[in-house]
């Protein structure tokens, strides 16, 4: 399977602000998807990232918030926008090919 | 929307006991997956499963793929500390291909 990075692996930032997630994945990956685990809950799907295209986002989440970028089949970045501390998750990035995904080791994100 | 519903929602048990969860759902899936995710870790995948009725094994892992498409099952043979963790279930439903439904996932804790 894919090596999969994520940077910063954790920030504290204030509300109002906003953070750009990075993920590299070791290889050409079709497929790139980003989650939101929210605090001892499950994975929720936020979008999945087109390369060259506008992200697909699922339904309560929307690109003003969380703007995604997907330049190559390698790099994707997910921005937080405008923050507040109901932001507060671990975000995940995951590649696969629509059936099997594995998943970066997460970005660990409180909003003060 | 669909929902996959996992169970037990925790477990605390002694070393060396079997252990088994489950996971349902009122809709057909052509996929099912089993993760394993530690603290400050992301999901790592354990078991795929791809046909009805599949009974997969990884070391002392054992996952099947239920009959109806509606439901898969996760076991663990003679538990060990380091089997600690969230077990997640995830599915790819059969109405939407290449997205991935998580359960709520199983809290595993093994007393020495």
């Known amino acids: 399977s894919a090596v999969i990075s994520q940077k910063p692996s954790r920030d504290i930032c204030q509300r109002g602000t906003s953070l750009t997630i990075q993920c590299q994945v070791d290889?050409?990956?079709?497929?790139m998807f980003w989650y939101r685990q929210q605090p001892g809950q499950s994975l929720t799907l936020i979008a999945t990232?087109?390369?060259?295209?506008?992200?697909?986002?699922e339904s309560g989440f929307v690109i003003d918030k969380f703007p995604i970028s997907r330049p190559n089949l390698t790099f994707s970045t997910l921005t937080v926008s405008n923050m507040s501390p109901e932001d507060s998750s671990i975000y995940l990035c995951?590649?696969?090919?629509?059936?099997?995904?594995?998943f970066g080791p997460g970005t660990r994100l409180t909003v003060t | 929307g669909q929902q996959l519903n996992q169970s037990p929602q925790s477990m605390f048990i002694q070393e060396g006991e079997d252990v088994s969860m489950n996971c349902t759902s009122s809709s057909i899936f052509n996929t099912w997956l089993w993760y394993k995710q530690e603290p400050g870790e992301g999901p790592v995948l354990l078991i795929a499963?791809?046909?009805?009725?599949e009974l997969t094994s990884n070391g002392r892992l054992t996952a099947q793929f239920g009959i109806t498409r509606k439901d898969s099952f996760l076991n663990i043979s003679a538990s060990i500390p380091s089997d600690v963790g969230i077990y997640f279930c995830a599915g790819v439903p059969s109405s939407n291909t290449g997205k991935l439904i998580f359960g709520q996932g199983t809290t595993l804790q093994v007393k020495p």
């Open positions: 995951s590649v696969g090919d629509g059936y099997e995904q594995y």
């Open positions: 499963l791809y046909k009805a009725g």
């Open positions: 990232a087109n390369q060259g295209s506008e992200a697909t986002y």
């Open positions: 290889s050409q990956v079709t497929m």
